[in-house]
RNA sequence: GGUCCUGUGGCCGAGUGGCUAGGCAGAGCUCUGCAAAAGCUUCUACAGCGGUUCGAAUCCGCUCGGGACCUCCA
């Protein structure tokens, strides 16, 4: 079998995963910043790399995922007022940080449920951590590679350029720029004039009276700076140095630049051998992001509940359209685009649950060319997952077999074509690959059997009616059955069989 | 302005120089009491112009278009 090859961005270009300790894989994932709900740009990285950590387990690996939660920083909820933050009002009138944090992580969970992410074995919170923080930024002051300014303390960018740079880690290295050619383009931002250098980023922020979140530390009164949490989670929990960096392309600069620069001033060593980041999701071309105002939230999502959304969208349907394209691609989102996933779902899904049912016998297969071809397209899940997660190879080469399935189903295909052995190399693949390594399931809710037993009443209740060429009844079952979105089927062989909608 | 990515058929998308994914939509047929589903068949592609090559969607150059990052952002 072809080893698992994945494009680095560091290296740029895809090369062999070798992880650093046998059998085991650390990975790191930026994970969301729990100020708002969660959109579907945001949906993006953590179903790509759900299929990358239940990829790696099906590879064998002992897994560590580690995806943070940012809840310390500028916090403000979306749209709140200003006024919330003002001391005068009373406790409970106030914005409360650590509300408004577990509102949005509680949204933020059950989102990930929703869409069968497992859970990362580690979730640290940013507000968890802010010692470990404060002792990272000790050890780079101490090694000259930051300086402390009215309480705030800055990375100085151009000290560890010009140390490493020779060492071939210079500042930029994972994006691709030149530290001489950013000094020049850098816009202003606040406090910029405390800064030695345009380039140079917080380690630790001075927070002004107004602000609501706060810690001590040995600079006063203040909060971490935005890259610094990362890096001290991902030591904390992985190691001086560790396999996979994951998260969006977004983040490539100036977060994960930053991050490779912390780390590297501290343990000496580039934090992380593979940086894996996935493609945007765009809105008529653009980014959907904060920046843009065209994000949809999650829950606007799954209800249907937004000006350019035509109908609901369910979870597995918006999984199966990430899954389709290349997490590095951009994808572009449309009504279109996801009605076309939903109906590729729903004839993936009931081909493959078909699969599971039907057991075929034969020793030997009696149509040979079919019967190759049915493994070959078996053996193109591993392949083509081992180059760089191609997820959507991968469900081309199902969709390949959904006719072979429903052919015998349908008695289209003879049922000794294939033999036994073939058969249940298909059953045991596609339950693989479908249900435990692509993360897909059935979007029947509950499944206590008590809707199944109604359903197949009605079914005998229309076959007897059908018997005695009563269409009227036969057809006012199936028709008002339609309206409530079940959708019956007569079969070639005399049965009825169902789907919902 | 700098760095980088990208332009595939009605829509979404995969594509390692030759064997022209796949999904959705459209058309026809089969099956069916009628439907639906399914099966079979079918249509439409590689932004433009040059170049390299026996051969290019795939490599190179130019033009035009789109985008990302440089500021919070998945």
Redo the contacts with the bound molecule.
């Keep these: 079998m072809s080893t698992l090859k994945v494009y680095n961005s560091l290296t740029?270009q895809k090369e062999t995963f070798e992880p650093l300790v046998n059998g085991h894989v650390g990975m790191y994932v930026?994970?969301?910043?729990v100020s708002g709900e969660?959109?579907?740009?945001?949906a993006?990285?953590f179903i790509t790399f759900d299929i990358v950590y239940r990829y790696l387990m099906h590879l064998g690996y002992k897994v560590r995922y580690v995806r943070n939660i940012?809840d310390a920083g500028h916090f403000e909820e979306e749209g709140r007022e200003a006024e919330d933050k003002i001391s005068k009002k009373a406790t409970i009138e106030k914005l409360e940080p650590m509300e408004l944090v577990q509102k949005y992580t509680n949204l933020y969970h059950w989102a990930m449920s929703q869409f069968n992410n497992l859970p990362p074995s580690i979730e640290p919170t940013a507000t968890g951590h802010i010692v470990e923080q404060i002792g990272m930024i000790e050890t780079i002051i101490a090694d000259g590679y930051a300086y402390e300014v009215n309480g705030s303390v800055y990375f100085d960018v151009e000290k560890y350029n010009t140390d490493f740079a020779p060492k071939g880690q210079p500042y930029g290295m994972l994006?691709?720029?030149?530290l001489e050619?950013?000094l020049e383009?850098?816009?202003d931002?606040d406090n910029q004039e405390e800064k030695r250098n345009?380039a140079d980023?917080a380690l630790w922020k001075n927070a002004p009276p107004e602000h609501i979140m706060r810690w001590k530390s040995p600079w006063g009164e203040g909060f971490p700076g935005?890259h610094i949490e990362c890096s001290a989670m991902s030591t904390k929990y992985l190691g001086d140095q560790f396999d996979i960096h994951g998260?969006?392309?977004?983040?490539?600069?100036?977060?994960h630049e930053c991050e490779i620069a912390q780390s590297t001033v501290c343990n000496h060593k580039t934090p992380a051998r593979y940086w894996l980041h996935?493609?945007?999701?765009?809105v008529n071309?653009?980014?959907?992001?904060?920046?843009?105002g065209n994000?949809i939230s999650l829950t606007q999502m799954f209800t249907g509940n937004h000006p350019i959304l035509e109908q609901a969208y369910a979870p597995m349907t918006i999984r199966f359209?990430i899954l389709?394209?290349?997490y590095r691609?951009?994808?572009?989102f449309?009504n279109?685009?996801l009605?076309?996933?939903e109906?590729?779902l729903?004839?993936l899904w009931?081909?493959y649950e078909l699969s599971q049912k039907i057991e075929l016998t034969a020793v030997q297969s009696a149509d040979a060319a079919l019967d190759a071809t049915v493994r070959k397209l078996l053996a193109t899940f591993d392949e083509y997952m081992n180059?760089?997660f191609?997820t959507?190879?991968v469900?081309?080469?199902m969709?390949?077999l959904?006719?072979v399935?429903?052919?015998i189903?349908?008695k289209?295909i003879a049922a000794d074509a294939l033999s036994a052995e073939t058969w249940q190399l298909l059953q045991k693949q596609l339950k693989l690959f479908v249900e435990d390594i692509f993360g897909l399931k059935s979007e029947l809710a509950g499944g206590d059997g008590k809707l199944d037993g109604v359903v197949q009443l009605l079914i005998t209740i229309r076959l007897d009616a059908?018997t005695k060429k009563d269409?009227v009844t036969?057809?006012k079952i199936?028709n008002e059955l339609a309206t409530l979105g079940i959708?019956?089927?007569?079969?070639?062989d005399g049965g009825t069989s169902y789907s919902v909608n």
């Design positions: 740029r930026c994970g969301p910043t969660s959109h579907m740009g945001h993006r990285p940012t994006s691709g720029r030149v050619d950013m383009t850098t816009r931002l345009k980023f935005w998260g969006g392309m977004d983040l490539q600069f100036p977060h996935n493609n945007m999701i765009t071309g653009k980014k959907m992001g904060k920046s843009y994000q359209f389709q394209t290349h691609s951009t994808l572009d449309g279109e685009a009605k076309a996933a109906k590729g729903k004839r009931e081909a180059d760089d191609n959507a190879k469900l081309a080469s969709f390949e959904v006719p399935i429903n052919g189903k349908d289209h059908k269409y036969s057809d199936r959708q019956l089927k007569d079969e070639r």
